[in-house]
């Protein structure tokens, strides 16, 4: 009897601790030893007339109140009750009695589309205690970005104010604390032409509007707007754009221009006089770092104190000019942390109990013995478990990869397509916001929008469009879906954006921010002059994309989860009737079936089982010899054979090679070899020799492999690599060597040995790749001309003074010519062929003193390429001698030069006909 009361008293305990941890999931995933809470992507703070801080943080995810001494009194999570959607806070204001409201916004799964907004109100402890005034955006109306339409939330002499946005019009609600719902208190209309932008207002009598061109209007209580900012001589620059507008106790204006870096304040009884009220240079002689570019909200509090929030810092500025410390954190409360210890400890203590529950369970009831039943179940279902995950892994893995890539192609195509949406001579007409919906602007707008007409009717699939504009080194957000974006805002410079704007290119790259992790791609927008002006972006959130892969996962599991347990269920009920050492056989049998040679049978019967056992584990030996073997072999075989050669003949092993394997294809061909490598063999013994050249191999081989290469047969001073994807592989390739060069060279000296040249020949054509030999010895090989072709070429490195050197094949079937950097070396006749070639000089991987020369002059160098094939000799060789004194290295433009002077004096032979002969 008292065993049974004991028991009934753990169950108890046990299921006391699980509530009292279920309650506190919240405070049980924090360590009570983290006494602070970081405040990270903050977007809105404001100050009660306690001095209590509220803040939203954490993506719009989080709501922290934190007293004046920064101790966290409570935090408002936001709860998602359906997967599909994504909830946010937006906007805070408080009452007199500390009750907060906010707006929860509801949008698409890719945080992008507005679907419903709802203010909320919570009581001064944190909890909810109301929503009202909802608004519903239907999917067939005109989709709000990010934002909605309510706006300027705000508690002024305990009387709740609002606005709610319509496109060129404002209305103002109102509704004092304790009433049952708002009222409206006026509607204002905007002039013709003219957007809502941001609206503040601190009641029917003083209500001021943003526009999205720029402008601010003052509402008359007729309806009338009257301009207040910017009037005719306010000195502003076209780009000049208020945005966050607040008011201070006194009614005069504090907004902020991105463009100037600047928080100003404008008082409308003296509107020609504009203060600056905070800069980035005034909070660095207070010793603050302040940054424009991460600033997300500002606001004026009731003493006038500026508050502006940044990604992760807030930052006051007080009445008299005195910035105040940023604060970046909160701390908790002793109450606080004192009551996570305890939840820990009663999860500590309920985790001890458990234990001394599983031991009671282990010493009584199962009298010390473990059923073979229980030992299957331990050793099965962690195998099975852990073959389920390594299967869901790999399919959401191969899943995600194939989804990226394709978004990423499908990313791209449109990019590139901007160029042919938005007229780059139009869009350097756009000099000021006051270009907002204009004709251009709409055009602009609408073209934007119909790349994603197929799912006007649905969502945009996570798809986001925005238009920059490029103009004296700066670039502009001009046109985005977001609408809290206006334009001419200055967007920071990046890698990516740089190589748009200066080489004209369609970039992909992505990121993750506090809306999601995003996939994008950017291309260049061309005036009628072929000039970069603007750029086209095409980016999509990734979170969609990501729940369903991770619902297909879930499926995946599900599915396997369930056919495992019938799978376990099988096995425990067919074993139970069976000898231990048998099923001890079988399960060991069925370990090796599965491959795992590592199986050994520990049986101890001493009967003829245990002989089998014994049996097995010499067999499975012996398998585990000869699997060790043979992987041994294999591994050998390939790094003789390459694994890329057997995938050109479609064969899955070297077993499957036979004498005559052959297939024809077009390739990149590659020959890169040591110059005058005989000349340093000689001063070298046998063993130097073969440590250099291995060395040697070993440190340029890779750049042929991590440029999708092979390296078809090594030459002793250098190697044969094919190259059978795109020729900007094999031409990186070479550019990786050629720089390599330089820091190898700088070790050689570091050593004390001279320093080594090199020269590449590339080539594309036709090639017959297989096997010859005879039965007992096969040999991989290449069969072509233009392998021929392709060391010759690298023979004419030296005499032309190149360091890669590339027919007019590779060039063609560049790409992206733009990327490259080399010059047009004319017509070459090349030994042992009988048309000449058009020859390249690739000089992008030389030392920056050789590169910037032959840069300099390669306009003067390919003219005079030009003269000379038309036979202008004495006019050719004018413009070499120009070359050769910039550059006296040139070995190319000097020996143009002597054969110019040659035919101008004596004149050419007759079968001349305009090309270059290299000896």
């Known amino acids: 009897m008292k065993k049974y009361m004991v028991a009934l008293l753990i169950v108890v305990l046990l299921a006391a601790v699980s509530y009292v941890i279920y309650r506190n999931l919240d405070v049980i995933t924090n360590s009570p030893l983290q006494q602070k809470t970081q405040l990270t992507s903050i977007s809105k703070a404001i100050t009660d007339k306690h001095n209590n801080t509220y803040i939203i943080h954490n993506s719009k995810k989080n709501i922290v109140k934190l007293d004046p001494q920064g101790a966290v009194v409570y935090t408002i999570k936001i709860s998602d009750s359906r997967r599909t959607d994504i909830h946010n806070f937006n906007g805070l204001?408080?009452?007199?009695?500390?009750?907060?409201?906010?707006?929860?916004?509801?949008?698409?799964?890719?945080?992008?589309?507005?679907?419903?907004?709802?203010?909320?109100?919570?009581?001064?402890?944190?909890?909810?205690?109301?929503?009202?005034?909802?608004?519903?955006?239907?999917?067939?109306?005109?989709?709000?970005?990010?934002?909605?339409?309510?706006?300027?939330?705000?508690?002024?002499?305990?009387?709740?104010?609002?606005?709610?946005?319509?496109?060129?019009?404002?209305?103002?609600?109102?509704?004092?604390?304790?009433?049952?719902?708002?009222?409206?208190?006026?509607?204002?209309?905007?002039?013709?032409?003219?957007?809502?932008?941001?609206?503040?207002?601190?009641?029917?009598?003083?209500?001021?509007?943003?526009?999205?061109?720029?402008?601010?209007?003052?509402?008359?209580?007729?309806?009338?707007?009257?301009?207040?900012?910017?009037?005719?001589?306010?000195?502003?620059?076209?780009?000049?754009?208020?945005?966050?507008?607040?008011?201070?106790?006194?009614?005069?204006?504090?907004?902020?221009?991105?463009?100037?870096?600047?928080?100003?304040?404008?008082?409308?009884?003296?509107?020609?006089?504009?203060?600056?009220?905070?800069?980035?240079?005034?909070?660095?002689?207070?010793?603050?770092?302040?940054?424009?570019?991460?600033?997300?909200?500002?606001?004026?509090?009731?003493?006038?104190t500026l508050i502006t929030t940044h990604e992760t810092q807030i930052i006051r500025l007080a009445p008299d000019g005195r910035l105040q410390p940023p604060l970046v954190e909160g701390s908790y409360s002793s109450g606080w942390i004192l009551k996570k210890w305890l939840v820990w400890v009663v999860a500590l203590a309920g985790l001890l109990l458990l234990i001394y529950a599983v031991r009671l369970f282990y010493i009584h009831v199962m009298d010390r013995r473990v059923s073979l039943m229980l030992k299957q179940m331990i050793v099965l279902i962690p195998i099975i478990v852990g073959s389920m995950v390594v299967v869901s892994y790999f399919i959401y893995t191969d899943f995600s990869e194939k989804m990226e890539e394709e978004s990423r192609g499908e990313l791209s195509l449109l990019a590139r397509n901007g160029r042919n949406l938005i007229d780059g001579d139009k869009l350097e007409k756009m000099t000021s916001p006051l270009d907002y919906k204009t004709g251009d602007y709409k055009v602009f707008r609408k073209n934007m929008d119909s790349i994603y007409d197929e799912n006007a009717e649905k969502d945009d699939g996570g798809f986001y469009k925005a238009l920059y504009k490029?103009?004296?080194?700066?670039?502009?957000?001009?046109?985005?879906?977001?609408?809290?974006?206006?334009?001419?805002?200055?967007?920071?410079?990046?890698?990516?954006?740089?190589?748009?704007?200066?080489?004209?290119?369609?970039?992909?790259?992505?990121?993750?921010?506090?809306?999601?992790?995003?996939?994008?791609?950017?291309?260049?927008?061309?005036?009628?002059?072929?000039?970069?002006?603007?750029?086209?972006?095409?980016?999509?959130?990734?979170?969609?994309?990501?729940?369903?892969?991770?619902?297909?996962?879930?499926?995946?599991v599900q599915n396997i989860a369930i056919i495992t347990l019938i799978l376990l269920a099988i096995v425990l009920l067919t074993s139970y009737y069976l000898l231990s050492s048998i099923r001890k056989l079988r399960n060991s049998a069925l370990a090796i079936s599965n491959g795992n040679w590592e199986t050994v049978v520990d049986i101890r019967s001493r009967d003829e089982v245990s002989d089998l056992g014994d049996s097995f584990n010499i067999m499975a030996a012996h398998i585990r010899s000869y699997i060790a073997k043979v992987t041994r072999v294999s591994e050998a075989y390939y790094r003789f054979v390459p694994q890329q050669f057997l995938h050109f003949l479609d064969k899955d092993s070297i077993l499957d090679v036979e004498l005559g394997d052959q297939v024809e294809q077009e390739m990149g061909i590659l020959i890169v070899n040591i110059r005058s490598f005989y000349l340093l063999s000689k001063r070298l013994t046998p063993e130097e020799n073969f440590n250099f050249v291995n060395s040697f191999l070993k440190r340029f081989g890779p750049y042929i492999r991590n440029n999708n290469g092979m390296i078809n047969k090594y030459l002793g001073a250098g190697f044969m690599a094919l190259f059978p994807n795109k020729a900007e592989e094999a031409l990186q390739g070479s550019i990786g060597m050629i720089k390599e060069l330089e820091v190898y060279n700088m070790h050689r000296a570091n050593s004390?040995?001279?320093?080594?040249?090199?020269?590449?020949?590339?080539?594309?054509?036709?090639?017959?790749?297989?096997?010859?030999?005879?039965?007992?010895?096969?040999?991989?090989?290449?069969?072509?001309?233009?392998?021929?072709?392709?060391?010759?070429?690298?023979?004419?490195?030296?005499?032309?003074?190149?360091?890669?050197?590339?027919?007019?094949?590779?060039?063609?079937?560049?790409?992206?010519?733009?990327?490259?950097?080399?010059?047009?070396?004319?017509?070459?006749?090349?030994?042992?062929?009988?048309?000449?070639?058009?020859?390249?000089?690739?000089?992008?991987?030389?030392?920056?003193?050789?590169?910037?020369?032959?840069?300099?002059?390669?306009?003067?160098?390919?003219?005079?390429?030009?003269?000379?094939?038309?036979?202008?000799?004495?006019?050719?060789?004018?413009?070499?001698?120009?070359?050769?004194?910039?550059?006296?290295?040139?070995?190319?433009?000097?020996?143009?030069?002597?054969?110019?002077?040659?035919?101008?004096?004596?004149?050419t032979t007759k079968d001349w006909n305009g090309t270059l002969s290299v000896s």
């Open 93 to 304: 204001a408080v009452d007199e009695a500390g009750s907060l409201y906010t707006t929860r916004m509801t949008l698409d799964p890719y945080g992008l589309v507005v679907k419903s907004e709802r203010i909320v109100r919570f009581t001064p402890d944190g909890k909810e205690d109301d929503s009202f005034f909802p608004l519903e955006y239907p999917s067939n109306e005109t989709k709000r970005f990010r934002y909605g339409s309510l706006k300027s939330l705000a508690v002024q002499n305990n009387v709740l104010t609002f606005f709610v946005e319509a496109s060129n019009k404002v209305t103002l609600y109102r509704m004092p604390v304790g009433a049952a719902a708002p009222v409206a208190a006026g509607t204002w209309q905007l002039p013709e032409g003219k957007y809502v932008a941001s609206v503040v207002g601190n009641g029917a009598s003083l209500v001021y509007v943003s526009t999205r061109s720029g402008e601010i209007y003052r509402m008359q209580a007729a309806g009338e707007a009257e301009l207040v900012y910017p009037l005719v001589g306010i000195d502003r620059t076209r780009k000049n754009f208020p945005e966050h507008l607040s008011l201070d106790a006194s009614g005069r204006l504090v907004y902020v221009d991105f463009a100037a870096k600047v928080v100003s304040r404008l008082d409308p009884a003296q509107p020609y006089i504009i203060e600056m009220l905070l800069t980035e240079d005034m909070a660095k002689q207070q010793g603050i770092e302040l940054s424009f570019g991460d600033m997300t909200s500002m606001n004026v509090e009731a003493d006038n």
């Open 752 to 907: 004390g040995y001279n320093p080594i040249d090199m020269g590449i020949g590339l080539h594309k054509g036709p090639l017959r790749l297989g096997i010859i030999g005879e039965e007992q010895r096969l040999e991989g090989n290449v069969i072509s001309d233009d392998v021929f072709l392709a060391s010759m070429l690298e023979r004419m490195t030296e005499p032309l003074g190149a360091s890669i050197l590339v027919t007019s094949f590779i060039i063609e079937a560049l790409e992206n010519r733009g990327s490259f950097q080399y010059r047009n070396l004319g017509m070459v006749r090349i030994e042992g062929k009988d048309e000449p070639l058009q020859l390249y000089d690739v000089y992008q991987g030389e030392p920056d003193t050789r590169k910037a020369l032959k840069e300099k002059t390669k306009a003067k160098f390919e003219q005079a390429i030009l003269l000379y094939q038309v036979g202008r000799f004495y006019d050719a060789r004018e413009a070499f001698l120009h070359v050769i004194k910039a550059n006296r290295q040139d070995k190319a433009a000097k020996l143009y030069f002597y054969l110019c002077d040659e035919y101008f004096q004596h004149g």
């Open 470 to 556: 490029y103009e004296n080194g700066v670039l502009y957000r001009m046109i985005e879906d977001a609408d809290d974006v206006n334009m001419f805002i200055p967007f920071p410079k990046t890698e990516k954006n740089t190589k748009v704007v200066e080489l004209g290119t369609v970039e992909t790259d992505q990121w993750q921010d506090d809306t999601g992790y995003w996939m994008y791609a950017i291309g260049p927008i061309f005036n009628s002059s072929g000039k970069v002006v603007g750029i086209f972006e095409t980016s999509k959130n990734m979170e969609g994309v990501l729940q369903h892969r991770q619902k297909i996962l879930r499926n995946v």
